[in-house]
Nanobody, 125 residues
Framework: QVQLVESGGGLVQAGGSQRLSCAASGRTFGTYIMGWFRQTPGKERAFVAAIRWSGAVTYYADSVKGRFTISKDNAKNTLYLQMNNLKSEDTAVYYC??????????????????WGQGTQVTVSS
């Protein structure tokens, strides 16, 4: 079991920045990919960014490329999402997740086994 706890959400103005954190605990040695997804009411959970455990490979949704940066601190078992130049369409509940297979498709929510409880990010225009 892996437990994930997100933090850092809140209200931010358009054009501003915010950093989300996701603290992982439990059996983290089987973690191959960590990712961020977001969801708005009535819509499916959407891929935002992901990073392989080594930190050497990252993936981004086209909508956030150049604005968001995913990173991780293995010593602290913590995943981050630095969000810059935020837009109103970035408003969502953001979830971190863990995939336990090295063959997982990073952008597919169904490939992730463990999920955090989510943190709300609201961007005001």
């Amino acid at each position: 079991q892996v437990q994930l706890v997100e933090s850092g959400g809140g209200l931010v103005q358009a054009g501003g920045s915010q950093r989300l954190s996701c603290a992982a605990s439990g059996r983290t040695f089987g973690t191959y990919i960590m990712g961020w997804f977001r969801q708005t009411p009535g819509k499916e959970r959407a891929f935002v960014a992901a990073i392989r455990w080594s930190g050497a490979v990252t993936y981004y949704a086209d909508s956030v490329k150049g604005r968001f940066t995913i990173s991780k601190d293995n010593a602290k078992n913590t995943l981050y999402l630095q969000m810059n130049n935020l837009k109103s369409e970035d408003t969502a509940v953001y979830y971190c997740a863990v995939a336990t297979s090295m063959y997982s498709t990073a952008s597919s929510a169904s490939e992730y086994r463990y999920w955090g409880q989510g943190t709300q990010v609201t961007v005001s225009s």
